[in-house]
C-alpha cells in the first residue's frame, strides 16, 4: 500500500501570506496526485489534480507542482476563504490521503 | 448542475448492517467510476470503495473487505454501499464521490456529495 506523508500538520498564517505544503508518497506515484479542500462540516473539494492540474474554477492563487514522491501545494496569497484542512490523495494505486493540512489564522 | 445526495445514514448497534445510497444528478451516470469516501469524527479521509461505471468492477480497501459491498442501479442513477458486521471504528460521515473521468483507476474525484453520518453504537 502507498502512504501518504503530508507537512506540517498545522500551519498559522496571515492574509497575504504565501503558504506551502508538502507531500510525500512512500513509492513512486509519477503524477497521480491530487489536492482537495475541506472546510469545516463540509464536503472535500478538488483543487489540483495530476499533481499540477488547476480544476475549473478554482482561484489561480492556488498551484501544485512535483512528480514522483514529492509535492507541494502552494497559495500565492492567502485569503480569508482559505482557512481550511488541505489534504493529498494519491491515485497511482488505488487511492490513499495524507493525514492533512489545517491551515488556521496566526 | 452535477449533484450527489447521500442518504440512509444512521445510529446501528455493533454487527448490525446499513445500506447507504447516493442519488446522482446533472451527468451520465454510466459513464463514471464512484466511489465511497468516509471521515471519522475528527480524523482524516479514507477511501472505502469504488466500482466502473458499468458496475463490472469493483474495489475495496482492506479495512472493509469482506464486510461491505459496493453497487450501483444505472438505471435509477444511484450509487449504494451495503455494510454488514459493522464495528464501532466503521462509525464516520460515508461521502459518496464522482471519478473525474470514465476510467475506475488512475482519477480523482471532482464531485462529492453533503455526507451521510453512520454510528455504530450500542
Known amino acids: 500500500d502507498i502512504q501518504m506523508t503530508q507537512s506540517p500538520s498545522t500551519l498559522s498564517a496571515s492574509v497575504g501570506d504565501r503558504v506551502t505544503i508538502t507531500c510525500r508518497a512512500s513509492q513512486s506515484i509519477s503524477s497521480w496526485l491530487a489536492w482537495y479542500q475541506q472546510k469545516p462540516g463540509k464536503a472535500p473539494k478538488l483543487l489540483i489534480y495530476?499533481?499540477?492540474s488547476l480544476e475549473s474554477g478554482v482561484p489561480s492563487r492556488f498551484s501544485g507542482s512535483g512528480s514522483g514522491t514529492e509535492f507541494t501545494l502552494t497559495i500565492s496569497s492567502l485569503q480569508p476563504d482559505d482557512f481550511a484542512t488541505y489534504y493529498c490523495?494519491?491515485?497511482?494505486?488505488?487511492?490513499?490521503f495524507g493525514q492533512g493540512t489545517k491551515v488556521e489564522i496566526k | 448542475e452535477v449533484q450527489l445526495l447521500e442518504s440512509g445514514g444512521g445510529l446501528v448497534q455493533p454487527g448490525g448492517s446499513l445500506r447507504l445510497s447516493c442519488a446522482a444528478s446533472?451527468?451520465?451516470?454510466?459513464?463514471?467510476?464512484m466511489s465511497w469516501v468516509r471521515q471519522a469524527p475528527g480524523k482524516g479521509l479514507e477511501w472505502v470503495s469504488a466500482?466502473?461505471?458499468?458496475?463490472?468492477?469493483?474495489y475495496y480497501a482492506d479495512s472493509v473487505k469482506g464486510r461491505f459491498t459496493i453497487s450501483r442501479d444505472n438505471s435509477k442513477n444511484t450509487l449504494y454501499l451495503q455494510m454488514n458486521s459493522l464495528r464501532a471504528e466503521d462509525t464516520a460521515v460515508y461521502y459518496c464521490?464522482?471519478?473525474?473521468?470514465?476510467?475506475?483507476?488512475?482519477?480523482?474525484?471532482?464531485?462529492w456529495g453533503q455526507g451521510t453520518m453512520v454510528t455504530v453504537s450500542s
Open positions: 464521490a464522482k471519478g473525474y473521468t470514465s476510467l475506475l483507476l488512475r482519477a480523482a474525484f471532482d464531485i
Open positions: 466500482i466502473s461505471g458499468s458496475g463490472g468492477s469493483t
Open positions: 495530476k499533481a499540477s
Open positions: 446533472g451527468f451520465t451516470f454510466s459513464s463514471y467510476a
Open positions: 490523495q494519491q491515485y497511482n494505486s488505488l487511492w490513499t
